[in-house]
């Protein structure tokens, strides 16, 4: 006769915690775990508990330690971004389990980089930088603009083919205001671009690496707005998403500091591209609207939006041009996934690691391996990458 698998004595309230937590409903989590609604139900209201193995699919779909399905209750203070909803009193928002998981590692990290600042004997820079809904979003961007150091000449200089030169200038001058800055892998487009954790230490500002790199400078300082107002979120850049009224207000003022300090109204009204074209145009050429884009870095989505403020082209055209844009995104994503079909891309780990975590962030970490506060085989586990990687890795991280 089989022996009874023994239950896990664990607490229901417990196992609603962690799934809620990791971002799962119940359905989304049946079906991971290849179980019925009913029984993963009948586990959360108590009136049956699942197995030891059973407790161990939840604690891998769910990321969790094992340990932590035995507490006795719910933490009360556990939640990762107490303020990350849409606005006091909108209620939290449902993200899904990737993005849930992005911003618990994104809090861990900042936890990790105040005990390493500890360890160093060092305090945490003290951000600053305010601004409050009722400022003018384009003073608010000129203040930016100079609290960062970047001048018309300097971000003149940052001109490439896809905006990347731009999105690192802009990151390392953010960082250095006492921003942690990472990128993460794990959620999609459709997702998020990104999301801020507002603090007075150490805030963090986490964008969509899938983006290309023109959208990502834009999120960054969107979500640098985010930090200047003291308001948490996540967003996705598209002001025309359904959301409650305060919410909207926070996005639309974000995208609008974002733009005004990307694209300065005075530099774009001023540029002979800008100005032989009048008000109202809707004769731009797709070579000039790239051309424009590329020397502020930004996406000619974001030009033409910013053009469109200032009255120097049409709703219609902005908008027939970003349904053209989307296609071309599409159909080059397309071309992208069938070219690497067949063949890997090879991997820079140590940079690929610096670009995710930043500069900041390893550098804390090294300095206190160098101090032997930590072992080698801390700091690989921390960062995520092999021991022969690590000499690499200082290169990547300015050390070496």
Request: with cysteine; charged share 30%; proline share 4%.
């Amino acid at each position: 006769m089989m022996a009874a698998r023994v239950k896990a004595l664990v607490k229901p309230e417990v196992l609603v915690w962690t799934r809620t937590s990791a971002g799962f409903s119940v359905p989304e989590a049946a079906h991971r775990l290849k179980i019925d609604e009913d029984k993963l139900t009948s586990w959360e209201i108590g009136e049956d508990a699942p197995s030891i193995p059973q407790l161990r699919h939840l604690a891998t779909l769910y990321k969790r330690p094992l340990a932590v399905f035995y507490l006795q209750q719910v933490p009360k203070d556990f939640q990762v971004i107490r303020d990350l909803r849409r606005l006091p009193g909108i209620g939290l928002r449902h993200f899904p389990a990737n993005l849930q998981l992005e911003i618990r590692r994104a809090a861990q990290k900042r936890e990790l980089a105040l005990e390493m600042l500890a360890d160093l004997g060092e305090a945490a820079t003290t951000f600053g930088l305010r601004a409050t809904l009722d400022e003018d979003p384009e003073e608010i961007g000129l203040r930016l603009r100079a609290a960062l150091g970047v001048s018309d000449d300097i971000q003149s200089k940052w001109r490439d083919s896809d905006g990347r030169a731009a999105f690192n200038a802009w990151r390392d001058r953010i960082e250095t205001a006492g921003v942690l800055v990472f990128q993460a892998t794990q959620f999609t487009t459709e997702d998020a671009s990104g999301f801020a954790i507002a603090e007075d230490r150490l805030p963090v500002v986490v964008v969509n690496r899938k983006d290309p790199p023109t959208r990502r400078s834009f999120s960054l300082l969107h979500e640098l707005a985010h930090l200047l107002l003291r308001v948490s979120g996540v967003s996705d850049l598209d002001t025309d998403a359904a959301r409650p009224p305060e919410d909207q207000a926070v996005e639309v003022y974000c995208n609008k500091v974002a733009a005004a300090t990307l694209m300065p109204q005075r530099w774009l009204l001023e540029d002979d591209r800008v100005a032989v074209q009048g008000t109202r145009s809707t004769t731009w050429t797709d070579s000039e609207i790239a051309d424009l884009a590329r020397s502020f870095g930004v996406s000619r989505e974001a030009l033409l939006r910013r053009l469109l403020t200032f009255e120097r082209t049409t709703e219609a055209f902005y908008r027939s041009k970003r349904s053209q844009y989307l296609a071309d995104y599409l159909a080059k994503q397309q071309r992208e996934k069938e070219k690497t079909k067949d063949k890997g891309i090879p991997r820079n780990m140590p940079q690929e690691t610096v670009s995710n975590l930043g500069r900041p962030l390893v550098r804390m970490i090294l300095g206190n391996y160098y101090q032997d506060r930590m072992t080698l085989s801390e700091v690989v586990g921390y960062l995520g990458i092999k021991t022969k990687h690590f000499a690499k890795l200082e290169q990547a991280a300015g050390l070496r």
